[in-house]
């Protein structure tokens, strides 16, 4: 076993060391990134909630007839996408700057 030693106090560490300090790093930092995802699909989920429940207007007329007889998961992706076209969201950065000024105004008010 190849070992290194410390600068100050002679201690010895393994590879084994260094490789469980590695991965137990990169395991931490899987974690936090999937807790930043998780929080940020709950934003954008809530946003959209939010937009169903307050602005029903935004929905057309269309989307309404195809949530009839679909399952709830269903109809909420129906509502989140009429929605989507009735606001002008193209892609992922226009529906991250909306859940951005949602909670920003909620931050300020």
Known sequence: MTTFNESNNGNTISKS?????AEASQHSSNEKNNADTALKFERIKNV???LIEEAEYLIDDRAFERCEGASVKEQFSIKIDSIRKSLGIENMDDVNLLVEIFYNFELKY
């Open 17 to 21: 060391d260094l490789k469980a300090d």
């Open 48 to 50: 959209f909630k939010l």
